[in-house]
């Protein structure tokens, strides 16, 4: 594409010409022109994205479809004129009906009001090694030692498992596998024997006897998987399964013994299939399948299909079939076979190759569709899938998946059980929308925090269950990437209930900071709300008054009525104060008969507040006076009373209780039982 000469600046359309016109990488210089960029020149390998259209002399946002990519380069571009720093960022082209991963380095030009653009496709293996990024939690995890090798056979990646097991890291990365110390020439042999033909697309096995870092000897079985990129094989990884591991998972897959067999008889009922080694002899047929044929199993047994050929296919058709199956590839298509009594039935048949341990071919699976009267068999299908699920979904946890906007995509059986939702409310709703709204919001932000990052989080979460009640869940969360849509995220959630074990932490909580025979708030309790209670009275201009309260005669009810008596009696009276006070008044008790009542919202007026505070007393000596029945007894008490108050009489609730106290004890001294003193100490 030609450019338009730039008069007033340091470069020229004729000089960017000269310098860029044989370039493969698409190179753009623009001008910004108020809140957009006007396109002054390009090199002809830009035609690829703009075909027949002239940029020169338009905007970005005329030539440009898409939203968000204009979005991305205005915030480049404005950033370079901004800095006048070179920046370099990803962006995602799609033209000629072709996917690129580009990256574009920006540079400030022509005296900081243009800017020069140049885009390169970024190689193979940098995209192959982001996509390996996203795979290393799960590499990492794996129980077994795993270990990656380049096609030149360098070593490229090792989990923790084999460092564990074999070498450190620091010792064994970028090294050759020749490298490694081999004792057996004849292992080393078929070791890499396995290894060339994994080069070649194939998967391959073997058993090895290897010394371990703690010098110890043990089998393992190594497994050969090649890493395929565009048809191309440029990895292969190794996986190490030793066999005492295998030996602990012996356990665990003989208690599903029975659950397996109950398997096999329900398999036996809902498909049609048949077994045959790799020459075609028949070792197995489930009855539906010796049904269909009109045999007995036992007569099908050892024979080839060749007994139900109808000859309606050709001789191709059947040879173009063995091919693909023993070149260990399924094969899926319809095969007219004839019954015993001679009548014609079709099959949808899917054969699938069974290799054994050494990666061999070893036996052939059919599985069939009787499509002749269209009973089509997705419904034993689906059943027996459901079958199957109950071996992966049967589980206390919670598991969800959802895209990056909430919405739920899966949610495991568990939630219509526990939670009282049936599948198909929740599909397709958001997540937030099941859990409560203190819930809602932290996961939100927890999320939003997460999806840069592609981390993952351990959270504690309320759902509601659909009758209006919840439970509590602690939820790990990850996200996770689509590798072939690098913009695309998910997050999955597998979750476990909590509840007991918040209503506990509740009770030992509630516990802590309360009397445990009257309920009521502890000293801990106190002093732990009182600077929320002195910053209330600062922003409002009020007072805080705290009365030290001592029953009177408490140790006579004890000595004569007892403990029970006496224990009722504290309960009661704490009552009794808690009914003369307001709202959000605070009573609570600190020890044996003594009690504090915290009077919030007083004037900040000395004398307004003395006279608020004779009528809380007052009517705390009116309820008391009034008393309360207990066991047939009827009791009557009385109380003294210490008073100070906040600011006047101190800043700290240490120092209003030492000066209530003080007062309390004034109160008793000069005036008696029954009676209060207000603390006149600073």
């Known amino acids: 594409m030609r450019s338009e000469y730039m008069e007033n600046g340091i470069l020229t359309g004729q000089q960017l010409h000269m310098m860029f016109e044989h370039c493969d990488d698409f190179v753009y210089y623009l001008e910004k022109s108020q809140n957009t960029y006007i396109y002054k020149y390009v090199n002809p390998a830009t035609s690829i994205i703009f075909q027949d259209a002239n940029p020169i002399n338009q905007p970005l946002e005329k030539m440009i479809q898409s939203v968000e990519l204009i979005e991305l380069l205005m915030e480049n571009y404005d950033k370079v004129i901004l800095t006048q720093q070179q920046t370099t960022f990803r962006d995602f082209f799609l033209f000629s009906n072709t996917t690129r991963t580009n990256e574009t380095t920006v540079i400030p030009t022509n005296n900081g009001q243009g800017i020069l653009a140049i885009t390169r496709e970024i190689p193979q293996l ?34 923790e498992v084999f460092h564990e097991l074999f070498v450190e890291d620091a010792l064994i990365h970028g090294k050759s596998i020749h490298e490694l110390y081999w004792e057996d020439s004849e292992q080393l042999k078929l070791f890499f024997d396995c290894l060339h033909q994994a080069l070649t697309g194939k998967k391959k096995s073997m058993q090895l006897n290897l010394k371990k870092r703690d010098h110890a000897f043990a089998n393992f079985q190594l497994k050969f998987n090649p890493v395929i990129l565009a048809e191309q094989v440029v990895a292969v990884s190794v996986e190490w399964i030793e066999y005492t591991k295998n030996l602990e998972l012996k356990h665990d897959l003989m208690k599903t013994s029975n659950v397996l067999d109950a398997y096999k008889a329900a398999l036996d ?41 109808s000859r309606q296919q050709s001789t191709v058709f059947y040879d173009e079939m ?66 199957f699920r109950l071996i992966t979904e049967n589980t206390n946890d919670f598991i969800v998946i959802t895209n990056e906007d909430g919405i739920i995509l899966y949610v495991s059986p568990n939630h219509e059980s526990r939670l009282g939702y ?51 869940i602690e939820a790990h969360i990850t996200v996770v990437t689509d590798a072939m849509r690098e913009d695309v995220y998910q997050f999955v959630i597998i979750a476990r209930e909590i509840t007991q074990r918040k209503q506990k932490e509740d009770e030992l909580r509630f516990m802590a900071y309360h009397d445990s025979l009257t309920l009521l708030p502890n000293r801990r309790f106190i002093t732990a709300e009182f600077p929320k209670l002195v910053k209330q009275a600062i922003n409002f201009d009020y007072s805080i008054t705290l009365l030290y309260i001592d029953g009177d005669n408490f140790k006579r009810i004890n000595d004569v009525y007892g403990h029970d008596i006496g224990d009722e009696f504290i309960k009661e ?23 504090i009542i915290m009077l919030t919202h007083m004037s900040a007026d000395e004398k307004k507040r003395d006279s608020q505070l004779l009528n809380t007393i007052n009517r705390i000596q009116l309820v008391l006076r009034k008393g309360w029945m207990i066991a047939g007894h009827h009791f009557s008490p009385t109380s003294s009373i210490g008073v100070a108050s906040y600011p006047s009489n101190g800043q700290s609730i240490n120092e209003l209780m030492a000066h209530a106290d003080d007062a309390l004890y004034i109160a008793k001294k000069i005036n008696g039982k029954d009676s209060y003193h207000i603390s006149s100490e600073k």
């Open 573 to 595: 009276f704490g009552q009794a104060l808690t009914r003369s006070v307001r709202d959000d008044d605070l009573v609570a008790r600190i020890g044996g008969d003594e009690f």
């Open 322 to 387: 063995w091919s693909t199956i023993k070149a260990g590839n399924v094969w899926r298509g319809e095969i007219c076979n004839m019954s015993r009594i001679g009548t014609h039935y079709w099959l949808d048949s899917t054969i699938v190759p069974m290799f054994d341990m050494n990666g061999d071919i070893s036996n052939f699976l059919s599985i069939c569709l009787d499509v002749t009267e269209k009973r089509v068999l997705m419904t034993n299908l689906r059943s027996i899938e459901r079958t």
């Open 422 to 472: 049936e599948k198909e409310e929740l599909l397709g709703q958001f997540y937030f929308e099941v859990l409560t709204d203190e819930s809602n919001m932290y996961l939100r932000t927890e999320l939003n925090t997460l999806l840069p990052s592609e981390g993952d989080s351990l959270v504690e979460l309320q759902l509601l269950t659909k009758s209006g009640g919840f439970v509590w």
């Open 126 to 159: 940098k995209v192959l090694e982001e996509e390996n990024h996203y795979l290393t939690s799960l590499f990492q995890n794996q129980l077994n030692a795993v270990l990656v090798m380049d096609e030149k056979l360098n070593i490229i990646k090792t989990n």
């Open 269 to 309: 009922e809902a498909a049609n299939f048949c077994i045959t080694d790799y020459n075609g002899i028949i070792e197995y047929v489930s009855p539906g399948y010796a049904k269909l044929a009109h045999f007995p199993s036992v007569d099908m047994i050892g024979k080839t299909n060749a007994i139900v050929k």
